[in-house]
């Protein structure tokens, strides 16, 4: 089988044409060329702008494409024309959609007045009823223009996908962490480490409960919901199987920079996340629970987290 991953040349992409070279498939990179793909040669690569249908289409069609795998999906601009280029082909369709679909995530944002759901959501637990989050919001992941988040929303991806007809698959992850990572997930405590200094936490922030996967993983998971005849028409939290609080993170990343230090709760308004706990109301957990792909398709992580830790944490000190 073939597979087109639409923006595979970033992040997430490259891994996940990685993962699918593991798996014996063939992948075609789709990208705009703005970037070097950096992959092997057996992976075919394709130039082409994602609105462009009639271009998708002409590629899909040359290479025999059966499985896209869309990474970059983030307004129903930017991705109506992948899915109508998927369903003119009778291609499989896999959305990479995103946490935040869930009514913690409005909460969160202190966009709406929902129950706080203290554990791990599962697939079926309730979705935000408010639209487009980044709207009015000043928090915005770094490298995408405004006017895209301005449209921004998974669950408006979600909602059309399930109306087009045609075959697909929904994967929600988590904050993702790896090499090359621009958003620098854990940049929060490797710029706050300090050898001979208590590393304090905003009370707010220092329980606050977030799911993270490591890009391989996180590819690994996509490749098989891509490709698993089991995972048509489904949709699967994927990331890691545990939860911890910040300040178990900032305990479990200072020893492996070097740093042996306390992690302390500091009054409200300073230490680190000060900033989030003003901007956010924490009291809402922004948690996954991954046991259906897990139960379903038999996902087990590609990478110890010791050693994705390792990797990303040395990828910071080098850039």
């Given at each position: ?46 130039l082409a702008d994602r609105v462009d249908e009639a ?27 992948v899915m109508a280029a998927t369903q003119r082909v ?230």
């Amino acid at each position: 089988m073939v597979t087109a991953i639409i923006g595979g040349s970033g992040f997430l992409g490259r891994h996940v044409a990685l993962r699918l070279l593991a798996h014996g498939e063939k992948p075609v990179v789709v990208h705009r060329g703005h970037e070097p793909a950096n992959l092997p040669d057996s992976v075919a690569i394709e130039l082409a702008d994602r609105v462009d249908e009639a271009r998708l289409v002409e590629i899909f069609t040359t290479h025999a494409v059966t499985t896209v795998i869309d990474i970059f999906a983030l307004s129903l601009g930017n991705t109506a024309p992948v899915m109508a280029a998927t369903q003119r082909v009778g291609a499989r369709y896999l959305l990479t959609s995103s946490v935040d679909v869930y009514a913690n995530y409005a909460g969160l944002l202190r966009k709406e007045e929902v129950p706080v759901r203290h554990e791990p959501a599962t697939e079926e637990a309730a979705l935000r009823t408010m639209r487009y989050p980044y709207r009015g919001n000043g928090r915005r992941p770094a490298g995408v223009s405004d006017d895209l988040f301005e449209n921004y929303d998974k669950l408006v991806l979600e909602e059309t996908l399930a109306t087009m007809g045609m075959e697909w698959v929904v994967v929600r992850p988590p904050m993702i962490f790896g090499v090359a990572d621009k958003q620098r997930r854990f940049g929060w405590v490797v710029d706050n480490a300090r050898a001979d200094a208590a590393f304090a936490i905003d009370e707010r922030a220092f329980g606050w409960l977030n799911s993270y996967g490591y890009v391989e993983d996180v590819a690994e998971a996509m490749v098989l919901a891509a490709l698993h005849p089991k995972a048509a028409g489904q949709v699967y939290n994927v990331g890691q199987d545990i939860v911890r609080p910040a300040s178990r993170w900032a305990e479990r990343l200072l020893p492996l920079l070097g740093v042996d230090a306390p992690v302390v709760s500091a009054p409200a308004g300073s230490g680190v996340w000060a900033d989030r706990a003003e901007a956010m109301d924490l009291r809402y957990p922004l948690t996954l629970d991954t046991g259906k792909i897990r139960r379903d398709l038999g996902f087990r992580e590609v990478v110890g987290e010791d050693e994705a830790l390792a990797r990303t944490l040395a990828s910071y000190e080098a850039g």
